[in-house]
């Protein structure tokens, strides 16, 4: 019992001082302003850390999500970057054609005026249009006004001629074809040669000119105008070898074409010059 009494007593002398204490912390406060100091040294030595480390783990999942949402964005703008950067290429590819196209086009209707007044660009759409022969079809037929035996050219020489007309499409045959003669003349001497296709898409002969004919490597070879297929002074190529068939008494000569009619995109057609025969296939 003495035990109690003396332990309530204590408390009751502890609780009187702090009772003191806080009146003269109060009075010191209100006089000198001095709590205020302690205050705020006691807020940045203990409560602030205490509030920092408590927000701490908030800070750090907020952030995450901030970092995780931020990645999400950057590789949909990334992807979407990618597919206009693909979509630019592809375009920038597609205008590279058509300048490349446009350039070819002019050129081939400046060169083509040189030998005909009027002209019209057509487009290969088979160069394998006859099983047994070299035929190419192209895009433009009757429709168009194309005729049987029109001249085709390139913008350097001879191609062939139409052998067949349909309503959207025609046919022309080569000069490269073996079964294909060409009447044409050395443009140096004006002689008067037969040139024909070989078994070489890339080359042309001449079979059965005089023994006696001046031929010479280096000599350009154009249309003559003769049988009235062809017209006159187109060029066809340019001979390559020069060769003596003694005992057939000819002269053999090889042709390098100015054209290569397999490998060429678009052809030209000309329109002051009708031949007077047709050709058949």
């Known amino acids: 019992m003495n035990r109690f009494s003396q332990k309530s007593t204590n408390q009751f002398y502890v609780f009187i ?10 009075v010191l406060d209100h006089r000198y302003k ?46 979407l970057l990618r597919k206009e950067n693909l979509d630019l290429k592809i375009k920038l590819q597609e205008l590279e054609s058509l300048k490349g196209e446009n350039i070819r086009l002019r050129k081939i209707t400046k060169e083509s005026s040189i030998l005909s007044n009027r ?17 190419i079809l192209i895009d433009k037929g009757k429709n168009h006004g194309i005729f049987l035996g029109q001249n085709v050219i390139g913008t350097n020489g001879l191609v062939g001629q139409i052998i067949e007309t349909n309503s959207l499409s025609s046919k022309v045959i080569l000069i490269t074809e073996p079964t294909h003669d060409i009447p044409g003349q050395i443009n140096r001497t004006g002689q008067k040669v037969i040139v024909s296709g070989s078994g070489d898409k890339e080359k042309l002969i001449i079979n059965y000119a005089n023994i006696n004919s001046d031929i010479v490597v280096g000599d350009v070879i154009s249309t003559s105008g003769i049988a009235n297929r062809f017209k006159p002074k187109i060029p066809i190529g340019t001979v390559i070898k020069v060769g003596d068939n003694l005992d057939a008494e000819f002269k053999e000569a090889e042709i390098q074409p100015f054209e290569y009619p397999e490998k060429m995109p678009e052809l030209i057609l000309i329109w002051d010059y009708m031949p007077k025969e047709n050709v058949d296939e």
Not at 17 to 26: A, E
Request: aromatic share 2%; charged share 25%; hydrophobic share 40%.
């Open 17 to 26: 001082i702090l009772i003191l204490l806080s009146i003269t912390i109060l």
């Open 34 to 79: 001095k709590i205020t100091q302690i205050r705020s040294t006691i807020n940045d030595l203990v409560v602030y850390p205490i509030e920092r480390l408590s927000s701490l783990p908030k800070l750090i999942l907020e952030e995450a999500i901030r970092e995780s949402s931020d990645i999400e964005n950057l590789e949909e703008k990334l992807s």
């Open 119 to 135: 002209q019209t660009i057509v487009k290969v759409i088979n160069t394998s249009a006859s099983p047994t022969k070299r035929v």
